[in-house]
């Protein structure tokens, strides 16, 4: 789905990118090797540290920081592009928003931005302790959903991302059974209704 991504970028003339919460540099280590001038945030030092091995490995430069998602490290515009892979929903909808609204910041006017946002048909929409609104925690899980997970329908994804515009939606299953997910790709406001 990312990869598929690129040649848009290219027609658009996409420069440069950011991967939100980057993980283990999967994805920033790719765009970098497409091309694109690549920075890679994440709060974990570990991750970062993978990261950075993973780029040096593939020969590639990708400008890491660690940061937080709601408090981007970079200055207004500086993007083309942001991707966030399984990452935004991991928070209340005021976090989520206050992300959203990051993303819109660092991207330039008419940038793009991909995302994957937990669907309500998830198998764990529901499951542990509502603490917001289609937020769920679960106190006895062994893995990250002891932390909480928003989940939305289509039009809560739609408000959420305001003043962007969808060029693509679409509720897909991981690899796991029951495991949706939406796949979208936003596009900001190129004029003065931007933020």
């Not at 598929?4 to 999967?26: F, M, Q, S």
Request: glycine content about 10%.
């Amino acid at each position: 789905w990312v990869a598929g991504t690129v040649g848009l970028l290219r027609e658009r003339r996409a420069r440069t990118v950011l991967d939100l919460a980057c993980g283990v540099g999967r994805h920033a280590v790719f765009l970098a090797r497409s091309g694109f001038s690549c920075w890679a945030v994440d709060a974990s030092p570990t991750a970062i540290e993978h990261t950075r091995a993973a780029a040096e490995q593939a020969g590639v430069n990708v400008d890491l920081r660690i940061g937080h998602m709601n408090r981007l490290p970079y200055p207004d515009g500086q993007f083309d592009y942001v991707l966030a892979y399984n990452a935004i929903y991991h928070g209340d909808p005021e976090a989520v928003r206050a992300t959203v609204r990051e993303i819109h910041r660092v991207l330039r006017p008419g940038g793009l931005y991909q995302v994957t946002m937990l669907s309500r048909r998830n198998r764990g929409y529901g499951l542990g302790v509502e603490v917001a609104e289609g937020t769920f925690v679960r106190p006895d899980a062994d893995d990250d959903k002891v932390h909480p997970h928003f989940y939305c329908d289509a039009a809560g994804l739609i408000t959420l991302n305001r003043p962007a515009e969808p060029l693509s939606i679409h509720d897909a299953e991981h690899s796991a059974p029951g495991s949706f997910h939406w796949h979208c790709l936003f596009e900001t406001p190129a004029g003065p209704e931007r933020g």
